[in-house]
């Protein structure tokens, strides 16, 4: 796996600094008593729209909700379903791919969303197709691993 994907600091911040700024603020209402690894997200909506969100951890630890599904969540509870970018930012280096979990709740929509993960040295950027090539669909009653996110191994898709 290359790191193609991995920019310096000024990628995120030339192509949507608000977006930027605003994911860093919401660092700070995450609640992360059992980590202390604090994350914020902000996702911008075809409409110029941001939905932000906060990791939530919870005593039980598995019932923890990672920044990206909440800033998701809150986006489609809202009435949105056409995502232009992720920010996602954390506090402490090195910087993280989101987690499959939260990849996986992107592909519901868009393909081609654009993600950019921010810490305070470095940028890591890239399309969902790029974090994800393969997702987990089902349509019509039928299962498996879906290719048609992964542009650049269009052989995959032979293989469903
Ligand atoms: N976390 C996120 O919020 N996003 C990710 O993509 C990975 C992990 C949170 C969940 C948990 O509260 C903490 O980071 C440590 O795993």
Redesign the pocket.
């Known amino acids: 796996c290359n790191d193609s994907f991995l920019l310096l600091k000024a990628a995120a911040m030339q192509r949507d600094p608000e977006l930027v700024s605003m994911a860093r603020v919401a660092i700070e209402r ?1 609640y ?1 008593p ?2 202390q ?1 604090r ?1 914020g ?1 902000a996702l911008r909506c075809s409409d110029g729209t941001v939905s932000t969100g ?4 919870n005593a039980s630890y598995g019932l ?5 599904r909440n800033a998701i969540f809150a986006a489609v509870a809202a009435g949105h379903r056409d995502f232009v970018r992720i920010v ?1 930012a954390t506090e402490r280096s090195p910087v ?4 499959g979990a ?1 990849l996986q709740v992107m592909s519901e929509w868009q393909h081609d969303l654009q993600i950019s993960v921010v810490c305070p040295e470095k940028t890591r950027e890239g399309t969902l197709s790029q974090f994800l090539p393969r997702r987990f669909v089902f349509k019509n009653g039928s299962h498996g691993a879906d290719a048609h996110l992964d542009t650049e191994h269009p052989e995959g898709r032979e293989t469903l």
């Open positions: 995450a992360a059992y980590s690894y994350v997200a906060c990791n939530v951890e923890t909700m990672c920044a990206e996602v993280p791919y989101p987690c939260c």
